[in-house]
């Protein structure tokens, strides 16, 4: 799911301290930076959120 960023995105996920990268995620592989189930997850790493962007969410996403 493609998300664009808007400052209410950018204030809710502070706010609430929103989960949604790869790097919190049970299947990614903090060794190789890979996702488990073998995903391209080049989209779904860690990055800050800018407003104007897009935060592409992973449906298999699944909190430590
Ligand atoms: S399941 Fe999705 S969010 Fe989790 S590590 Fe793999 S690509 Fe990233």
Known sequence: MI???DEALVEQ????RLLYACESCAMF???SGNCSLE????EHRAEPLRV????V???EF???
């Open 52 to 55: 104007g962007g897009h935060l």
């Open 62 to 64: 699944e909190a430590r």
């Open 13 to 16: 996920a502070r706010r609430f």
């Open 29 to 31: 592989d903090p060794d």
């Open 39 to 42: 995903y391209p997850n080049e």
């Open 57 to 59: 969410f992973c449906k």
């Open 3 to 5: 998300f664009i960023v």
